[in-house]
């Protein structure tokens, strides 16, 4: 079992960054493969980046590609998002997941664990 407690987000002006943090309890955390989604309000949602167990091996939407980089810290069983040049269409409810396998997905049916979401605002 994973609990997931997203932060960081907040309003940001367009070209801006934030940083989002999930800090996630369970003993199985070094071992899962944790991802970023995101959602607005009428959307499906959207997978934005995802990292495997070790945290060596990245995926990125093309939409954030050169712009985000996500990361995660298996000592303190944290992942982040760094997030740079900020546009209006980043806007939403970003999600922290994880998943009961060392190998990451870009699919949210793969993933078992959800937090409560962050919301990502970005003024133009």
């Known amino acids: 079992q994973v609990t997931l407690v997203e932060s960081g987000g907040g309003l940001v002006q367009t070209g801006g960054s934030l940083k989002l943090s999930c800090a996630a309890s369970?003993?199985?955390?070094?071992?899962?493969?944790m991802g970023w989604f995101r959602q607005d309000p009428g959307k499906q949602r959207e997978f934005v980046a995802a990292t495997d167990w070790s945290g060596a091996i990245r995926s990125y939407a093309d939409s954030v590609k050169g712009r985000f980089t996500i990361s995660r810290d298996n000592a303190k069983k944290e992942v982040y998002l760094q997030m740079k040049k900020l546009k209006p269409e980043d806007t939403a409810v970003y999600y922290c997941?994880?998943?009961?396998?060392?190998?990451?997905?870009?699919?949210?049916?793969?993933?078992?664990?959800w937090g409560q979401g962050t919301q990502v605002t970005v003024s133009s």
């Open positions: 369970g003993r199985t955390f070094s071992v899962s493969a």
């Open positions: 997941s994880g998943r009961s396998s060392p190998d990451y997905s870009s699919d949210a049916s793969n993933y078992a664990y």
